[in-house]
Structure formats: structure tokens, C-alpha cells
């Protein structure tokens, strides 16, 4: 359908039709607009006409008839179309009707338009040409400026440019040249610290002689030479003479400088130095060779003449030795030399971890680790591996003689497990690996042994009779060590050569006819820098290759060089199925909607219609977690593999390392070579460098979060990270996860019984009612609830039922209402929910073998004692460890009657010191006991702190560690065992003192503060002998005003009460009870009221013990430390 007037379709309703015509119009085209349209009728619209029909001329015999409009004369409809008036009503048939306006064709109304669409269009462009003229004459002045700005800034650049470069010039000749001042400065200062120490080369000093008035120092050196056998003459001596303390207050008397005529002459005095001191090791050179009368002997030392750099090089490498146990320290020629054994180096525990993180074996095998029980496995590794050791202070034959000792760490993915029954008395280990190969599963045994230098017959021997023994019955063997045997010539090709061909020595045709009994291969071919194999790769089955180590765990010993190999048994299994499932994140969960849709929960109406508290407990939790499903997002589970501090670029470079490895070992490129060690040197600096922020932010952390900062010393702390990969229970073993846990079930499960129904616990009907009726008068209101979930600690983790505490504390106001309704139906019912009975155990190692499931512990079983407790704990189904129950009797006397206890028939051990409430008791109560093992413990656990703080820069940090781990032993119950015998005092306060000088020197402060007094002073410290007093006084104060209750104590306490003012202005307050015993004389009582009667005749401290407030009280024994002298 298209519109006759514009000849475009018609596509709304808004159209006409001329019923004369028949022709489609729309209504705009014959000028009737839309609402016109809507007002017509029907009828209008069925007999409208269009104006062309309307506009024809009428018929020639009716032309009198006008042409009658269709609509009213007044309709816009007729707009276009001209009307007859009444004076034109004629007929006329003339030419000149059809020139009337009239008349009028469609073709004459078009053009019509188009000119005067022309004429509007024409006027519309000359506007927008004028308009766009103006705009583009606008935009060009913009761009000139524009143009002009840039050139301006373009010169200003250059110029700017050429002046940095010449500035870059010359900062680049000034830092050059500024390098090249340094290294002239350090050349001059290092040709003057040799010219300086040349110009000492004819002297020596004389330490530790005395002093007298009339002495005769050349007699003194005269005599000395005579006594180690090295003459020197009157004119060998060019100058001798006293030196000048470096601290006047030292006791030690001043040094003798002695200048001789050449240093030949004093090498060979010091030498004969040397060898007389080794010739009489029971009388070294002291005073009285010198012929100085002396009461006591004073050790005499002669040393080289150092200078005050090289002496403060000798002091700290000597302070240094003895802090990492070396072995050597000593001065030849001006220089300052150490070694930790004759032929070795020592490495730091910390740049062994980082080197095994860098690395990717699968087992690591060390010898002569030189480690002791103060050195925590964790402090070696990380969580990856299982860590076997066995020092040298567990074998038969250590000699009290450090070093030595052998490691096995076995990766986690690795089943594996510690033999101790196939060890013998020497240094050997032997760990069994369960290894999967082609769906079987295959037992290797590895052992590791050190035979130290040099080897002994009966040593050796014992070794290879204990391995002959085991390898009769066990295949897949391999046995790694440092035999330190240089006789066996072990040629390139071991398997080539006869043993028979070896010519060893006799030690070694033991070794030899062993592993020829054995059928044992010897697979080592590198060779040390003599040209022999002392560490060997013995092992049943064949290896391709054993190759010197391109992954350097440590210092290199040039006779140990390190080996690596390859085995190939298959691919190991894992102890628990990695799980990469998401965990709910309780710390981004929106708690304000699910608190509101539990509170939308009508709890009254749903538990009403529940039979039992079960019920209502599941309900409770099906609504929980639902609102946390939907509310609580879940973050991705982290790796366990890495440590926390390793990258992201740190984890993906380490992944590729690790590809190029196999892909070089496999086609062996050299291409890849050069790859591999470019990227194991990026591994290693960017582990350094993780490595050193991670302690920064551990270090601050202590402040911010001591949580973090505690957590990172706990790791260090444990011996053990993580539970070995296999397990076993008596005859029972179990490697995968689930095994693993019922055997521990099962383990527990044993220890607890059953409570037995007696006729002892029999109660009378009246007796329960009344307790029932006083159970169900007991109510919990939602206050009550409340109260008690905001107490929770929110960062406590989840229990079995995985809800934490977190979650507790932000729901507390919604969970609060249906905890106390399940509480209170609870109480009426006489039912504990059977949910809420489940927890989550975690065993917890005890000493022992840390295979043995009987080693770990989630319940302590307490001993007990006497028959009729015995009774009493079946009753109630507590099973007593009789082999825990130890008998004492405390007694000064010498000669005790023995009389023996027992316990089910079973005697009890007789020992002569106890443990009770970490305080050790012995026979004597003298407490010697107790003060050894609490020394010995804190210095180890100051080793560790000293160890693991090296990177550590504030000292605040080192002080905090000391207090929690070193000082806090030190001062645990010393109200009962505080020493009253000088050796004992300063053996406790060697300990502090020790942690000061290394505090010291870490600040640079040695030197400022040479003394252990100003060392407290400067770190605001107190000794420890007065931090004792402190306590001793603060458990009296508690005693007398009641602060603690104890009647024992309180009445052995007599106060002295005057019957008339005493002259004194200070008297006793307390009247002490005399004994004729050291132990009655400093016994608790006796000695706290002795030290308070002390403080009281101090004029300058106005102290009351009745009065004064507990903190005011504590002030002023504190002011007391610089009154009263302590010892």
C-alpha cells in the first residue's frame, strides 16, 4: 500500500481513502494532522475525497453546478485548493477555465515545491558555510599557538637535555674518580696496617706476668727463653717495656713489649713456645718458671706484637669461634687464621636452609655434620623433608669429643622411616624408604656412617659385623658414608678391577672382604684433591653414574667433594591425597546478612516441634551453614610445599630451574647448561633477598603483630616439623593418612576404660530426685549466652564441626537465642548433645622415636601411688603408667635404710631426684640439680636465639627473645631454689652476661661499654640475682597483706613488735627463726624476712611492707639495687 501524494509505503494507521479515486493518501500529505485523524468519524473518513478530486472540472451540461468541498468550508483539508466564488458560478467552455488558479495538475505543485525547497536549502547552506568559516579561522589560531608552545617547550627540553648530560659527565668523572679515592684509601690503609704490623715483626708480647716494684723486665725475658729452650742474649733485646692498659680497672697485669734484634729470632722463640707448652701439657709456662714468687700460679702467655686492628680482628674471631664452636684460631705473621677442624670449613646453619631450598633432592645424605641437640632440625630444613640424625653424643664411642655425627633428610613424598634397631654403636643411620614401583611396593634401605680419623680397628669392626648382620636378610641397600680409608686405592672403574687387586692396607682388606661377602659395588669415582676416595657409594644394586654435585650445600672440603646420584625405584607415593579443594574464608564473610537471616529463623516455633537436643543441634547447624554457603566466600588453598616467604616469581622460577634440569640431564646441551646455572644463581640472590625481607617483617612485626613474630620462633623451636610418612603400633604399620589415624584411634582408644557399675555409686531414689530437681532449676537466659560467646577468642581456629571462634563472635547477638533454648532443653532433659561430644585431637610427640604412635600423647595419664588409690582409679577407669611412678626419700643423712614401694605387684624405681611442677627435687634439696639443668638449658636455647637473630638489626627484638625463652627458666619458682652459694650465683648470671656481650657487639657498643654493669645500665636490664630479690620480696608482700592464701606460709611469718620504741630509728620488722644449717639459714621464709629486714635499715628508703601499694613497693626495691651490694 503506498501514499498516491509521496509515493512512499503506507506503515501506520494514520491514512485516508478517496472513495471517488479509490487512491491511498497520508493524512499529512493532504495537510490533516493526527488528532484531526482521530476526531473524524467513520462516516467522514468513508466519504472523504482527495483535493485532486475534488479540484476536476465539472461536466459541460452541468457546468452551472459548483464543485462542493467534501468537508466544511473552513477545513484545513482544503488548504491547497482554490474555490470558485460566486461571481464564477458560469459555465463556460472557453480556454480560459482551465488557465484558472484552479486548475492546477499534481506536476505543477511539485515544482512548486521543489523551488521553494531549493530557495530554504540554499539559504540553510550559505548559514552553515558562514558558520563553519568562522569555526575552522577559530582552530587554526588555536593550532599556531599550540605550534608555537611546542616549539618553546621542545628548546626548553633540549636545552635541559644537554645540560644533564653534561652534568651526568661530570657526577660520572666525580663518582669515578670518588671510586678511585676509596680504593687508593683502602690500598693506603692496607699498606699502612702492613707496614704498621712490619714494623712489629721483631716484637713479642709477654701476657699475665706480675708486677712488682723492683723487677727486672730483660731478667724476666732472659729467664723465660732459658725455660722453653731458646736462648736470648743481653744484645738480642733492643727494647722491652710495660704497655699501658687498655681498661685501667682490668685486674690483668699490664703486657711486656719486648723488641728483639731480628724477627727470625722471634718466630724461633715463639715457636719454642709452642713446643714447650705441648711438651708439658700438665705444667704449661706460668710464673713460676720465671722465678717469681707468687702464692698462686698465673699462666704465662707469649704472642705475637699485633696491631690495634689485627688485636681487635684476634679478639672478635676468637669471641666469633667460640660462639660457632670452632676448633683453631690462631696468629702467624700479623694474620688472624681459623679453622674449625684440620680439615674442614664451617657453614652457617641458616645458609644451609636457604641452599635446600634452592634445590629439589629427593634425599640428602651429610656427614661429620658436626650438630649437637641445641641445633633444631627445623633450623636445617624446612617442612619438605623428614629429618633423621644421629650426633655424635648418641654413639659408643664419642669420647666427649665434639663433631662428627651423620643426617638423613628424606622429601615427605618419600614413605620412610628410622631403623634404630639395625644401628650399632657407631656413627651410623639407617632409614627404610617404601617406594612404589610397577604396583609393587618395595622396601630400600639407606645408611649413613661416619668413621672418624684416625679409623680404628675395633671401630670399624663393629660397624661391618652390625651391616653384615642386616644385609643378610634385607636386599636394596645402600650404604654412604666417610670411611676416611686413604689405603684403598679405589680405581676409575671400580667393577672392572679385582678387589683382590687393590693392595689395601689392613683396615681396608676388612672393608674390601666385606663388600666382596656382600656383593656390594662401590660406585664412587671422584676423586678429592689427593687423588683418593675416602667417601664411598656402596650399594646391592647398580647405579649408572655418581658425579660431583653442581648444588653446593655447603662449604666445599677439598677431601670431601660433594656427590650427587640418581636411583631409580619408581615413583613414591604420598602419606595424605593432596586435596585442592577451596575453604570457606571466615574473614570475608559478610556477617551482617547472615546474622539477619538467623535472626529471621522463629526458633521458639521450629525447636518446639523437635523430639530431642540432637535434633534441634542438627537444625541449628543446617541453618549455620546454609547462611554461611550462601554469605562467606572461599579462597583458594594455599601450597603447603613452599615456605610462606617464597614469591610468586620466586615459585615459578624455582619450577622452571627445575624443568631445564631434567630437560639437561636428559639431552644433555650445552645450551641448557649455561641456562641452568644463570638461573640458579637468580634462584639464589632472590631467595636471599626474600629471605631478608621476610625477617624484616618478622622483626616488626613484634609490635604490630607478635602473633606472627611468636609464630616464626615456635617453627624454629620444633625438632620435628611435621609426622613422619609411616607409623606403627606395635607389630602394626600404616603409611597412608587414614591408616595412620586409626592407628591412633586405636592407640587411644586402649588407654581410655570404660567406667565400671558398682554397687559403690549406687544412689537412693530420694537422692536422685533431689538432684534432678536441682538440675532442672538451672537455666541459661540469653544475656547469660551472649555474655559468654563474646568472651571466645575469635582468632582460635575451628573445631570439628568447622565453625571458629571468628564466626562465634560476630554472630553472637543472632546465635545467642537458640543456644540458650537448646542449653535449657538440655538441662530439663538430662541429655548432652551427642554432636557437641566429638572434638578434634591432635597427638602430641613425647620423647622417643617419633614413629612409635606410643611416643605421642592427646590425654595425660597421671601416675598415681598406694593400693587404695589403685582402687579407686579402676573404679572411675583410670589406668595408672606404673612405669611413671618413681620413689624418693628426702634426706641429709648418708646411710638410708632401704625400703622398697609397690604397685600392683610391681616395684617401684628408687631415684634420688624428681620433677615435680618443673622443679627438680633431690635427695638432699640442695637444688644443685635443678640450677645444672636449668644453665644448660638456657645456654642452649641463648644459642638458638644467637643463631637465629643473626639477620636481625633491632635489639629490642633479642631482648624480648631472651626475656621469653632464656629468662623466664632462669626465674621459674625461684622462690624455692634461689642459690645462696657464690658458684652457682654466677653461673646463673654467666648466662645474662653472655647475651649482653653479644648484644654489644651487635650495637657496636663493646668498646663503650667494657663492663657488665654498664651493659645492664645501657639496655636497661637488672642482674639477674636482683631480679630474684625482687621476686623473693613481692611473694612476702603477697603473704602479709593477704594477697595470696597460704596458712603454712603466713604462719611461719613472726613480726617483731617492740614493747617500747627502740633508740634506732630502724629496727627488725621481723623476727627470723635462728637454725645452725646453711639449708635452715636460706630456706624461703628465713630468707625472704632476712633480705626485707636488710631493706628496712636502709635510710634511704622509706619502705613499709604494711602500707605501701604492691606497684609503689615494687619501686622501691628496685631504687634498693644501687643502696644494698649484691653478690
Known sequence: MQCSACQSPIEDRFYLKCRLCLLYHHTLCVNISNKEFKNLTNDAKSKWSCPACCSKTPRSDNSDTPVRPTLSPNSRSNINVTKRGTTDRRSTKDSNACCSPSCLSRSDLRSIIKEELRACIAACVADFKLDINNQLLEMKDNIRNVNESLAFMNNYFEKMNNEMKANKVIVDRVMNENESLKKELLTVSAKYMQLDQLTRSSNIELQCVPEHKT??????????????????????????????????????????????????????????????????????????HLGLNEKKKSAIYVTENLSPENKSLHAAARLKAKELNYKHVWVRGGRVYMRKTDTSEYIFTLDLYKNVLCSDYDIIVLCETWLNHTIFDSELFNDQYTTYRRDRETSEYHNNKSGGGVLVAVSKRIKSRRLTQFESGCEDLWVELDIRNNQNMNKYYICAVYIPPPVQKHILKDFLDNANR?????????????FNLSSVSWPSNTNTVPLSDLRPGPLGTM???????????????????????????????????????????????????????????????????????????????????????????????????????????????????????????LSKATNQRYPSWYTTELIKLLNEKYKLRRRFQRYKNPLDKLSLSLLKKRCSSLIESCYKEYIINIEDSLHKN????????????????????????????????????????????????????????SRDATRDQSLAHCLTELSFSQ???????????PNKGAGSDDIPGLFATECRLALSLPLSIIYNRSINSGCFPTAWKESRVVPIPKSGDNTSIKNYRPISILPEDLDRLVDWCQRNGLALNIDKCKYIRFSRSTHLNSQTYSINNKTLEVVTTIRDLGVDLDRKINFHTHIDRITTKSFQMLGFIIRNTRDFKKPQTKIRLFEALVRSGLEYGAQVWSPHYEVHIKRLER???????????????????????????????????????????????????????????????????????????????????????????????????????KLAKVCDIDIDIFSDSLPKFKRKITASFTLLPRK
Open 215 to 288: 723487677e727486672n723486665l730483660i731478667t724476666i725475658v732472659k729467664q723465660l727463653s732459658k725455660v722453653v729452650a731458646c736462648p736470648v742474649d743481653d744484645a738480642d733485646i733492643t727494647y722491652c717495656s710495660r704497655t699501658a692498659k687498655k681498661n685501667p680497672e682490668s685486674p690483668r697485669p699490664r703486657a711486656i713489649l719486648v723488641t728483639l734484634s731480628s724477627p727470625r729470632l722471634r718466630d724461633a722463640l715463639l715457636a719454642a713456645t709452642v713446643n714447650y707448652n705441648k711438651r708439658h701439657p700438665a705444667d704449661r709456662l706460668n710464673s713460676s
Open 470 to 482: 642386616i644385609l643378610e636378610s634385607h636386599n636394596n641397600t645402600l650404604i654412604l658414608g666417610d
Open 511 to 633: 672393608l674390601l672382604d666385606f663388600v666382596a661377602l656382600n656383593n656390594l659395588g662401590q660406585y664412587n669415582t671422584v676423586l678429592n684433591n689427593q687423588e683418593r676416595i675416602l667417601d664411598l657409594v656402596l650399594s646391592t644394586e647398580a647405579i649408572e653414574r655418581v658425579r660431583e654435585s653442581r648444588y653446593v650445600l655447603s662449604n666445599i672440603d677439598p677431601y670431601h667433594p660433594p656427590l650427587e646420584f640418581e636411583l631409580s625405584c619408581g615413583k613414591p607415593t604420598h602419606l595424605l591425597p593432596k586435596v585442592c579443594n577451596g575453604k570457606i574464608n571466615f574473614h570475608k564473610a559478610d556477617y551482617a546478612k547472615i546474622s539477619s537471616e538467623l535472626n529471621s529463623v522463629s526458633w521458639d516455633r521450629e525447636f518446639s516441634v523437635l523430639a530431642n537436643v540432637d535434633d534441634m543441634v542438627d537444625l541449628l547447624y543446617r541453618r549455620i551453614k546454609e547462611a554461611i554457603a550462601k554469605h562467606a566466600p
Open 706 to 761: 607478635p602473633k606472627l613474630f611468636w609464630t616464626h620462633v615456635k617453627n624454629k623451636r620444633q625438632n620435628k616439623s611435621t609426622f613422619p610418612s609411616s607409623m606403627r603400633l606395635d607389630d602394626r604399620q600404616a603409611s597412608s593418612g587414614s591408616d595412620v589415624c586409626n592407628l591412633f584411634a586405636s592407640f587411644f582408644a586402649s588407654v581410655y576404660k570404660s567406667p565400671v557399675a558398682t554397687s559403690t555409686y
Open 783 to 793: 544475656e547469660s549466652v551472649l555474655a559468654g560467646l563474646k568472651q571466645l577468642d
Open 991 to 1093: 648466662i645474662q652476661k653472655r647475651f649482653l656481650w653479644h648484644l654489644s657487639y651487635q650495637c657496636n657498643k663493646a668498646k663503650q661499654l667494657p663492663t657488665y654493669q654498664s651493659r645492664l645500665e645501657y639496655f636497661k636490664l637488672h642482674s639477674l640475682i636482683n631480679r630474684r630479690h625482687l621476686l623473693d620480696q613481692v611473694l612476702l608482700y603477697k603473704l602479709v597483706n593477704g594477697n595470696l592464701d597460704c596458712p603454712g606460709l603466713v604462719e611461719r611469718i613472726t613480726v617483731n613488735v617492740p614493747l617500747k620504741l627502740p633508740r634506732a630509728s630502724r629496727y627488725n620488722p621481723f623476727t627470723i627463726k635462728t637454725s645452725k644449717t646453711n639449708l635452715g639459714r636460706n630456706a624461703t621464709v628465713n630468707r625472704l624476712l632476712s633480705q626485707y629486714n
